[in-house]
């Protein structure tokens, strides 16, 4: 287990510290930290939302917010998002209510399928087979998945357009598709990214999503005109339309049996006094739970060093990570490790607020857990749409 100093220059912890941890790719536009993530949110304005959330150039016409990099490491809760557009114009404030609950329902989604979610889901499509879906040489690819990788952020129309490309048009293994994005994305999250690809190749919802020149001239006007196949263009017209087979029924989408263990704890179980508070990547944020109820307890983060050899994630979201980190170590101790999670935790006495994510079972008999802050209580009935699920919401 190694230990370094967060206070230091962030370039040269990367260069010191995540060799052989990182595909590279620099650093996002889009800076880590609580208080990035308060100024966006106080900054927020949504007017103009729902007609504009999926304008991809030019960029000041888009009308995404661009916090899914703090909401994703809950660094802004739902709840927040949701209670600081109250006042918005009741169209927009609803449909950016609507995302922020596709969000929960990803995360809800995750929480009950567990690995389940990396296979296709309820209709067929090309899962694991090997090939880039992206060649090089059509403007609108080139130009998004140049996005992608010098910046790991992209609106969620420009993210169907990829996914589309590398499935529905090129026969490409989704699977590795959405490896490659969530490697890049610095609001990459296993939930809401495998319901991104599930639902836009149509293994998750059996309409798979067309991708067409349409889309580019009217969401991105001007891309096509620098194209160099824009006198042949590949995909001039619609993709044809395809009835996808259904694979063999998951029970798990019709009901669970055990939504409290699907849901942890609604109240913090304490065991013993802790001696730090270990914060996890689903819970960054000043508010995070188990940190406010310890108030004078160092805060500690452990990467996690194979995870990190075998993921090969983008240097943006190492950085963004330590960004992070470094900025609550304005703010409180912080205690930055690199090495094994589960080890660390089976050798001292940690506060942790739960992550409804598979992995957080690898934690060994934490002396407090506190509970992960839903936006709605994980129910037990349908998850096969997003209305279905939505429509059994307390
Ligand atoms: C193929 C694909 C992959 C995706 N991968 C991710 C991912 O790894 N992480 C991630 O957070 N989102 C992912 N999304 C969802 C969505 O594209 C992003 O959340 C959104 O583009 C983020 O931009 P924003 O914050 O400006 O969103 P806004 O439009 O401003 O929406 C506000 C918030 O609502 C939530 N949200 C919006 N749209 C969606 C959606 N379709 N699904 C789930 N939540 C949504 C996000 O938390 C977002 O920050 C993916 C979508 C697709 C189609």
């Not at 703090?70 to 739902?78: A, D, E, G, S, V």
């Not at 449909?95 to 209709?123: G, I, T």
């Not at 140049?146 to 989704?174: I, K």
């Not at 339309?241 to 263990?261: C, H, K, R, W």
Request: hydrophobic share 40%.
């Amino acid at each position: 287990m190694k230990q370094f100093e967060i206070a230091a220059d962030l370039q040269q912890t990367l260069v010191d510290h995540f060799s052989g941890l990182h595909s590279g790719g620099g650093r996002s536009s889009i800076v880590g930290g609580q208080s990035a993530a308060d100024s966006a949110l106080s900054q927020l304005d949504i007017s103009g939302y729902a007609k504009n959330r999926s304008e991809v150039l030019p960029v000041r016409a888009r009308g995404a917010s661009v916090l899914s990099p703090y909401i994703r490491h809950n660094i802004i809760t739902l709840q927040q998002a949701w209670d600081r557009v109250a006042k918005a114009p009741v169209a927009d404030r609803d449909k950016f209510r609507d995302e922020l609950l596709w969000q929960e329902y990803a995360r809800h989604l995750y929480a009950r399928l567990s690995r389940r979610l990396f296979e296709n889901l309820r209709f067929e499509q090309a899962w694991d087979q090997a090939g880039d879906g992206w060649p090089k040489g059509m403007a609108c690819v080139d130009f998004v998945v140049d996005e992608l990788e010098s910046d790991g952020w992209l609106v969620n129309q420009t993210r169907m357009w990829l996914a589309s490309q590398w499935t529905v048009r090129n026969q490409a293994g989704w699977l590795h598709g959405q490896e490659r994005m969530f490697r890049e994305l610095i609001d990459g999250s296993r939930a809401a990214n495998l319901l991104g690809w599930q639902w836009t190749v149509g293994s998750g919802s059996g309409k798979p999503y067309g991708f067409a020149r349409w889309q580019v001239e009217k969401r991105a006007p001007g891309l096509c005109g620098g194209c160099a196949l824009k006198q042949k263009c590949p995909i001039q017209n619609f993709p044809e339309e395809i009835e996808l087979a259904e694979t063999s029924f998951e029970p798990l989408l019709l009901s669970d049996s055990n939504p409290d263990q699907t849901a942890g704890p609604l109240l913090a179980i304490k065991k013993r006094p802790p001696e730090m508070v270990l914060l996890t990547i689903d819970s960054l944020g000043d508010g995070d739970p188990a940190l406010t109820a310890n108030p004078t307890l160092p805060a500690v983060f452990i990467f996690d060093e194979n995870a990190l050899r075998k993921l090969q994630l983008s240097s943006k979201r190492i950085f963004f990570y330590l960004e992070v980190l470094q900025d609550l170590g304005r703010r409180r101790e912080v205690l930055v490790h690199l090495g094994d999670p589960a080890e660390f935790s089976r050798e001292h006495s940690l506060a942790v607020t739960y992550a409804p994510v598979p992995s957080f079972a690898k934690y060994h008999d934490l002396a407090e857990i506190h509970p992960y802050p839903w936006l709605k209580k994980p129910h037990a009935s349908s998850l096969r749409s997003f209305s279905a699920w939505r429509g059994k919401l307390k």
